[in-house]
């Protein structure tokens, strides 16, 4: 009787993108037998975050609002200490070329997602964007800490407050990637890369692993809360 083959298993890891975890994160993907290291990240994206330091990135063909936000991530990122926007995806790319293991971009291409968002986000939708976005250029970094902390203890109040505020925004932010990014790692799963680990955004977590589950992948889950709380100082540490 042939003994039957084990169907794909994804570690799927949700991170902050201006929350510095890389001591948490290469802990989490070392303990676990990997065959390759997937990321929320396509050519355009990868080839700018992953590019030395000093490489010239073009934004041409970026609307306002995607380079707004960009710049609200990095001033977050600095008020609490974090380090770079994306940091958390260079990580994930160094361990993998640390290991020995096959690195793959599994989100949409970016102008995809921008054409998506011009084409269907409603204008009054657009305009509380861009309003939130000013409103988190200028938050006092206790502010920001504050807010970290109540997402790392209630994800599902954000995602709540963000579909209840923007809803065509999470469907094209959210659910239309996590259902293409889910085909993309299901295809790895089932030609030669049994074993990923898969780091996204951590709003992108539940949804992910429900439309991998559906496609037959097992999944294990390991959210932002998690790793923030092995970086966090421990009580007697004051």
Same mark, same amino acid.
């Not at 590019?51 to 063909?61: I, L, N, Y």
């Given at each position: ?6 169907? #794909? ?21 070392? +303990? ?34 995607? +380079? ?7 001033? &977050? !990122?600095?008020?609490?200490? !974090? ?25 949409? #291409? ?15 939708? +657009?305009?509380? &964007? ?29 995602? @709540? ?6 809803? @065509? ?37 539940? !949804? &992910? @692993? ?29």
């Amino acid at each position: 009787m042939a003994t039957p083959v084990p169907g #794909p298993e994804a570690l799927v890891v949700g991170v902050a993108h201006v929350v510095d975890l890389e001591v948490p994160l290469r802990a989490t993907l070392g +303990r676990r037998p990997l065959d390759g290291v997937a990321v929320e990240l396509d050519v355009q994206r990868a080839n700018a975050l992953l590019a030395p330091p000093d490489a010239h990135r073009s934004r041409a063909g970026v609307p306002l609002l995607f +380079r707004l936000w960009g710049l609200v991530q990095r001033r &977050l !990122g600095a008020a609490i200490g !974090g380090g770079d926007a994306g940091q958390e995806m260079r990580v994930a790319a160094r361990f993998a070329q640390e290991r020995g293991l096959p690195l793959f971009l599994v989100d949409d #291409p970016i102008q995809v997602t921008i054409a998506t968002f011009v084409r269907t986000i409603p204008f009054q939708e +657009r305009v509380g &964007l861009l309003a939130a976005a000013v409103v988190g250029l200028f938050l006092p970094a206790r502010v920001v800490e504050g807010e970290v902390d109540r997402y790392a203890d209630h994800p599902e109040e954000f995602a @709540a407050e963000l579909r209840a505020a923007s809803p @065509a925004l999470a469907h094209v932010l959210i659910d239309v990637r996590n259902e293409h990014m889910a085909d993309r790692i299901a295809a790895l799963g089932r030609s030669g890369v049994p074993r990923i680990a898969v780091v996204v955004g951590d709003a992108h977590l539940p !949804g &992910l @692993a429900a439309a991998l589950r559906a496609r037959q992948v097992t999944v294990e889950t390991v959210p932002f809360r998690e790793l923030r709380r092995a970086t966090a100082p421990s009580p007697s540490s004051g």
